[in-house]
């Protein structure tokens, strides 16, 4: 049994302080924007948590052609560790667009384009989870895992144009300055700060949660194995 | 290739079981979105690419499924895997026959849609979208029935697989359809209809790169 290595510890320690300083940063630092309010503090972890769920699709994606050409398990792994840790964020990001939208946009949730990529996306990582609960060979069901989430992941990008060619009411916040009117504003410098700052604390958080969660995979496998062996 | 579109095809003539389910169950769905929308002729302008293409999307699932299922029941997955003939082959004579099949659904929909609320589907246009719009549906839903009639859920698992993956080409497609309905410029359906050639291209390319690992024992 490998203990947990000091490396992974301290980095427990640094995703608890990172966090901490973003919230810090997030709720109190930088200055309330004038025309939304405290709801736009809601904005630095909207955009953190969202950050690193896309980042974890593009590794799972990733991670499944990989998979594909080597057939090393340890791919698979990578594969589902992404997808689960970002299915997690992803869906909290969903929550605080909800929480930023009731007040700016007077209702929880709309179908705009963009919300509605979002909710797909998020189905299609569900139902990549369903795919992998159906099949019981584990060799199959990294085939099937890494095929599909290198169809989701094509799929969600082009989902992801296809709004930027309709029309959408969610605000451009970087790279745009005339979306004030949807709820977009200008960042000032510690708007900034904390914004970039949030960024990089979930960059972390994400980092920890995927290590964890490969242990726990190769845990997982040496569980099964261990049980191949009694049964035998 | 082209074997194995005929067999299908000769398999569908002769029992005919799965093209009739199609008919049988996309007509049933635009009966109940009759109810369930109350297509009075207000709605009708703005809804008919909508129920157009929810219609051909659920029966396309079913013929789907059904189309891997036979081959996997009677252990013909198998013989066709042995044969000794290029996957890529296997993937699209699977596709081009699940394509024909849902052409076919359409070709006998649209008519029935037309003559029942009296709206003319017949425009060059709107075919050539119908057209982009199921290659890409199959091209997607072949390799992905090829995957879920493998799993322990099967049928089930199709539609809640396909669906996600296959938003783009049917948001594009009513976009596209309903574009033409309500007789937009031709420049204004260019986008949607761009966004359907990529689509198409880009799963055609890659389900036949991916479709060996699908099948493979």
Redesign the interface.
């Known amino acids: 049994m490998q203990t947990k290595p000091i490396a992974l510890t301290i980095l427990d320690a640094a995703s608890v302080i990172v966090l901490g300083i973003a919230a810090y940063l997030a709720l109190v630092f930088a200055p309330t924007e004038l025309v939304m309010g405290d709801v736009q503090r809601v904005f630095y972890f909207h955009v953190g948590t969202a950050w690193v769920g896309l980042l974890g699709f593009l590794i799972a994606a990733l991670s499944g052609v990989v998979y594909?050409i080597t057939k090393d398990m340890k791919w698979d792994r990578f594969e589902v560790a992404a997808v689960e840790v970002s299915t997690m964020f992803f869906f909290i990001t969903i929550v605080l667009g909800s929480i930023w939208a009731r007040p700016a946009w007077n209702t929880w949730w709309t179908w705009d384009p963009r919300l509605t990529t979002a909710a797909?996306?998020e189905?299609?990582y569900v139902?990549y989870f369903?795919?992998r609960?159906?099949?019981?060979d584990p060799e199959?069901r990294a085939?099937?895992g890494?095929?599909?989430t290198?169809?989701?992941g094509?799929?969600a990008p082009?989902?992801f144009?296809?709004i930027r060619?309709?029309r959408t009411i969610h605000p451009v916040v970087i790279g745009n300055q005339s979306a004030a009117a949807q709820g977009g504003f200008d960042m000032t410098a510690d708007m900034r700060t904390a914004f970039f700052f949030a960024l990089f604390a979930f960059t972390v958080i994400f980092i920890d949660l995927m290590w964890h969660r490969l242990r726990l995979g190769a845990f997982q496998e040496k569980v099964e194995q261990l049980k191949l062996k009694v049964s035998i | 290739m082209m074997a194995v579109v005929q067999k299908d095809l000769a398999a569908e003539f002769r029992s005919r079981e799965l093209l009739s389910a199609m008919l049988v169950f996309s007509l049933l769905v635009i009966l109940i979105f009759n109810f369930a929308l109350e297509l009075d002729i207000k709605t009708r302008q703005s809804v008919t690419a909508g129920v157009l293409w929810t219609t051909f999307a659920f029966a396309g699932t079913l013929g789907l499924n059904r189309s891997m299922a036979v081959e996997k029941d009677r252990g013909c997955m198998d013989g066709l895997l042995l044969a000794p003939v290029d996957r890529a082959a296997i993937y699209f004579g699977k596709a081009i026959s699940n394509l024909a099949f849902m052409l076919i659904v359409e070709a006998i929909v649209l008519p029935v849609y037309s003559m029942l609320y009296n709206v003319n589907l017949f425009q060059a246009g709107l075919l050539g979208v119908i057209l982009l719009g199921s290659i890409g549906y199959t091209a997607v839903g072949t390799l992905l029935a090829a995957m879920s009639v493998q799993t322990r859920t099967r049928d089930v698992l199709l539609p809640i697989l396909l669906f996600p993956v296959a938003i783009p080409v049917l948001l594009a497609s009513v976009k596209a359809s309903g574009g033409l309905l309500d007789g937009a410029e031709f420049s204004e359906i260019l986008t949607p209809l761009n966004i359907l050639i990529v689509y198409d291209v880009i799963f055609i390319a890659v389900a036949y790169m991916v479709f060996d690992f699908v099948v493979e024992e």
Do not use: D
């Not at chain 1, 609960?133 to 019981?136: D, L, N, T, V």
């Open positions: 594909l797909v996306t189905l299609i139902a369903m795919l609960q159906g099949i019981e199959k085939r099937f890494a095929v599909y290198l169809l989701g094509i799929s082009i989902t144009m296809v060619l309709f």
